[in-house]
């Protein structure tokens, strides 16, 4: 089943403890993406990769970091997670970069810092 | 800033009713729009796309309008049913590769 997993669903850490959350895409899609969804705000963009060793920011990406070693794999990285990065995270790829391609999102990722 | 907005946070509809979910935005250079729809604990999905050469594009019961003059997008849902009951969320892009998301309006049809 064509699909983009993302691990862990749920996880509460404690400000500065570092962690990742996982990102995988089984549809050999080259453009993946990170974004945020919070209350009021709706969906913001945190990084992109238009390929493998490819990443640039989006509208939100400072306190996070990102790697694209494989085609497959997209992590994001809170090296020192803050309580204001509390939110549900949602990565998404599709084929390739371009407006005409549809984005395929995964189950999110709700985040609790404390 | 939110470059991409979406002023009813709700909507309720009667079931057979036209539902028309409303979006704006502020940058001129956005020349691809989009509608994706959201179910509580599950992802986006994509509904349906406009690109700026056109003003309507339909998918079965779903319309997307586009009014560039007044920086205005809006979908239609024809005839609503229990099953569109979920979140909307207008999105935007120039670029392909960075996209804009409004804040989402939470549409319930009510049988």
């Known amino acids: 089943e064509a699909q983009v997993t993302q691990n862990p669903r749920y996880l509460i850490t404690v400000t500065g403890k570092k962690l990742t959350v996982t990102c995988s895409q089984n549809?050999?899609?080259?453009?993946m993406s990170w974004y945020r969804q919070d209350p009021g705000l709706g969906l913001r963009q945190i990084y992109y990769?238009?390929?493998?060793?490819?990443?640039d920011k989006g509208d939100v990406p400072e306190g996070y970091k990102v790697s694209r070693k494989e085609k497959r794999n997209f992590p994001l990285i809170l090296e020192s997670p803050s309580p204001n990065q509390t939110s549900l995270y949602f990565c998404?790829?599709?084929?390739?970069?371009?407006?005409?391609?549809?984005?395929?999102f995964g189950p999110g990722t709700r985040l609790l810092v404390l | 800033d939110q470059q991409v907005k979406q002023n009813s946070p709700s909507l309720s509809v009667q079931e057979g009713r036209i539902s028309i979910l409303n979006c704006d935005y502020t940058n001129s250079m956005f020349d691809y729009f989009l509608w994706y729809k959201k179910y509580p604990a599950e992802g986006p999905t994509f509904l349906i796309s406009i690109s700026s050469i056109k003003d309507k594009n339909e998918d079965g019961r779903f319309t997307v309008f586009l009014n560039k003059s007044a920086k205005h997008l809006s979908l239609h849902i024809v005839p609503s049913q229990p099953g569109d009951s979920a979140v909307y969320f207008c999105?935007?892009?120039?670029?392909?590769?960075?996209?804009?998301f409004g804040t989402g309006t939470s549409l319930t049809v009510i049988p």
């Open positions: 549809m050999n899609h080259e453009y």
């Open positions: 998404a790829s599709s084929k390739t970069s371009g407006r005409w391609e549809t984005q395929y």
């Open positions: 999105a935007a892009s120039y670029t392909g590769n960075q996209f804009y």
């Open positions: 990769s238009m390929n493998v060793e490819v990443t």
